[in-house]
């Protein structure tokens, strides 16, 4: 992964000393409340419902062994104990004090991390494919891209009081991991009709209060004009976005109200302007970049061993968890492998300092040393050797990450909700809870097969519940907790926004109602058929009928 | 309201007017609607016009004369405003090379972006200025992205 040089050391070292004297002086009264808003908002920090709540930055997912033991101290010295992996692939601290958060970034800092706007009204982490490089699909590595973009953006001087806040995404391929869809910018590594790799580039995606699925605006963008363009998209929307609404605010809501081909119009006649300027990226600073993304030097021979087959036969359990948390690798003999942190009856994506220990130990035995966070909240060690999976899950399973829920209901992506933000009109916990206590049976869970859940504990989606296969969000009724569901949703290639089922369910029936909707997929699905094909195939209605009529 | 310029609080000689104060005399400020307005009689006067924007003006009607006034200032009539950080870009583009003056409410912890994107004067605020405000240029040293202090970004450097 991305090594920093002398350079990116000074910008991190020195933006650690800039917010130190920006929280003295906060602190001190020299700063005002609403100024230090923004500015601690761009160093990802937050005041949540009990303490104030650290963002800090797994850039595109990336993280080293270093680095996660660096979070488990923190989790330890400065928190209680564990972090929560984010759906933009950060991890959040919840208990931090103010005053010592200068001291976290110095940390942070330390092995090569930050928490530069993870938070505010400015670019954000850039996410993509938690599989890049190791996946057989894929047309090219996206994380190089991934890395420039992060450079560009970072202390941006023009782009740090946007409208709103801007996501970018990338994919690579056919199946789209990375959700671009649904982001403010989604870009896609294609291959044009010359053979040329570029960019398709989609805007105007976003959830949130009006969720959007994004458009095209450039089928085909040269590598080299990958910042010009970006820059010319941004400026546009700079200037333009509207800044009389926060809920009006996001480019979704611009490129709606003037229509994708004047939107485009605007940004092709800024991008006139900039294109053949130094914002066009050289090929050498591309392949300074891919540098660090190399092919790792993989055993030749991983794929002469016998003994996976071997505790395949012997051991159900193993067997179980091969099929469900481990990914076919593009090199023959290794595993894409995934670290669970969907437990029964644990939030989602927490994860505990010793658990990061141990995944930072896993990942130096065997998996050179890296780890991924992916969107849905789960951790991957994306080069494993065959041999060593029984070795690896043993150990995850002792450790309870080794759950074998990846990708079904049960791998469920929520938010803090009620419980820990602020925001939320209802709690989320507990229906997770109450969800995985009902599902409890792991056979009936892989019958179902694959399906995505998303629970919100608000409008503000931050679990992106209208692209859940099964989409939950939390309302508030008269001060109680309701919740509305909705199906059809997708974050993939074939990206929708699910529907409404009908009139929001009592806390404590939400269970109960996901079994009478998954009973009409049961009952109704042909062979090989997923939940959302056979959504897709039979429409809204059959399961309305079924939940409504139960019910009355 | 102390404005910076090179480091230092210097001296003042603008005005800023409005429609009530359009017979100020000396050098003036003019909101650009009020300057299209009665642009005949601006363009005769002997004394310095300058032209104040904000990010509800549309720039086309002048963005070509800007070369003309030798003081243009943007106004940010919020903290977390940023369009003025994009209108500095575009005059700069355009070639402007007279004062570039941000004004309105903007902070210290802004200064070191609002150089970068081509502002060399900051009317800052009574309450916002204090003599450690211009310890903020440069307190991030590392630029890695081109802007309108150096086109260039990191690599090309
Ligand atoms: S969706 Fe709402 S409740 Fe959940 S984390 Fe986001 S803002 Fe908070």
């Known amino acids: 992964m991305y090594q920093y040089n002398e350079v990116d050391q000074a910008l991190v070292d020195q933006r650690v000393e800039q917010f130190r004297d920006q929280t003295r002086r906060f602190l001190a009264g020299e700063l005002p409340e609403d100024e230090f808003l923004a500015l601690r908002l761009m160093n990802g920090l937050y005041v949540q419902r009990h303490a104030p709540m650290l963002r800090v930055a797994g850039p595109y997912g990336m993280y080293n062994s270093e680095q996660l033991r660096k979070l488990a101290h923190i989790a330890r010295t400065y928190d209680r104990g564990y972090g929560h992996f984010t759906t933009r692939t950060n991890i959040q601290f919840n208990w931090p004090e103010l005053a010592q958060v200068p001291d976290i970034l110095a940390e942070l800092a330390s092995v090569q991390m930050h928490a530069i706007q993870t938070s505010g009204n400015c670019i954000r982490n850039t996410t993509t494919d938690q599989f890049a490089g190791v996946i057989a699909d894929e047309i090219e590595d996206p994380r190089p891209y991934c890395e420039i973009i992060r450079q560009w953006s970072s202390l941006h001087p023009e782009f740090a009081y946007l409208p709103r806040k801007f996501k970018i995404a990338i994919s690579a391929g056919p199946n789209d991991r990375a959700a671009t869809q649904v982001h403010d910018i989604g870009l896609h590594i294609v291959r044009n009709d010359a053979g040329e790799v570029g960019f398709e580039v989609l805007v105007g995606g976003g959830l949130g209060r009006t969720p959007v699925i994004g458009q095209q605006i450039r089928p085909f963008l040269q590598k080299e004009d990958l910042l010009s363009y970006l820059e010319a998209i941004i400026r546009v929307y700079n200037l333009n976005g509207r800044r009389d609404n926060k809920y009006k605010a996001r480019i979704k809501i611009l490129v709606q109200a003037m229509g994708i081909d004047a939107f485009r119009e605007l940004v092709d006649a800024e991008w006139e302007q900039i294109r053949d300027t130094d914002l066009k990226l050289p090929l050498s600073e591309i392949e300074r970049v891919k540098a660090f993304f190399k092919p790792f030097d993989y055993d030749t021979s991983a794929a002469a061993d016998t003994s996976l087959e071997q505790h395949l036969a012997e051991d159900n359990d193993f067997r179980v968890w091969f099929e469900r948390n481990t990914v076919e690798h593009k090199v023959p003999g290794y595993r894409i492998t995934y670290v669970c942190l969907k437990p029964y009856l644990k939030p989602a994506g927490d994860i505990t300092a010793e658990q990061l220990d141990l995944v930072a130990d896993l990942a130096d035995r065997y998996s050179f040393g890296e780890v991924r966070a992916t969107h849905n909240q789960n951790l991957v060690l994306a080069d494993v050797k065959q041999s060593e999976l029984y070795a690896v899950w043993q150990i995850l399973a002792a450790n309870n990450l080794a759950r074998p829920n990846i990708g079904t209901l049960t791998d469920m992506t929520v938010c803090p909700g009620g419980d820990f933000c602020a925001l939320a009109n209802a709690k989320t916990l507990g229906i997770a809870d109450q969800i995985n206590m009902k599902f409890e049976n792991m056979d009936y869970v892989h019958d179902l097969g694959e399906i995505k859940l998303n629970m919100s504990g608000c409008i503000n989606a931050c679990s992106h519940h209208h692209v859940g296969h099964i989409g939950i969000l939390g309302v508030d009724k008269k001060g109680e907790d309701w919740y509305q569901i909705t199906l059809g949703g997708d974050d993939g290639s074939e990206a929708a926004l699910g529907k409404v089922i009908g009139k929001s369910v009592a806390a404590d029936d939400v269970a109960d109602t996901l079994e009478k909707v998954l009973q009409v997929y049961v009952d109704q699905r042909i062979e090989g058929e997923r939940f959302i094909d056979t959504f897709r195939r039979i429409g809204i209605e059959p399961f309305k009928e079924h939940v409504y009529a139960v019910a009355n | ?157």
């Open chain 2, 1 to 157: 309201m102390p404005l910076l310029i090179n480091n230092e609080v210097v001296a003042d000689n603008w005005t800023l007017i409005d429609a009530e104060t359009l017979d100020q005399s000396g050098d003036v400020i003019v909101p650009l609607a009020l300057y299209l307005e009665h642009r005949a009689q601006f363009d005769a006067r002997e004394s310095g016009v300058a032209l104040q924007l904000n990010g509800d003006d549309d720039l086309s009607s002048i963005l070509s004369e800007v070369d003309q006034f030798p003081l243009i200032a943007i106004d940010f009539p919020a903290f977390r405003d940023g369009r003025g950080f994009s209108i500095a870009r575009l005059l700069k583009r355009q070639g402007y090379r007279g004062q570039l003056r941000a004004t309105g409410d903007f902070g210290r912890d802004q200064l070191d972006h609002l150089a970068r994107c081509g502002f060399d004067a900051f009317q800052l605020k009574d309450e916002k200025f204090s003599p450690d405000v211009f310890k903020s240029f440069g307190e991030v040293s590392v630029r890695y992205q081109g802007a309108a202090d150096d086109a260039k970004p990191v690599y090309l450097q």
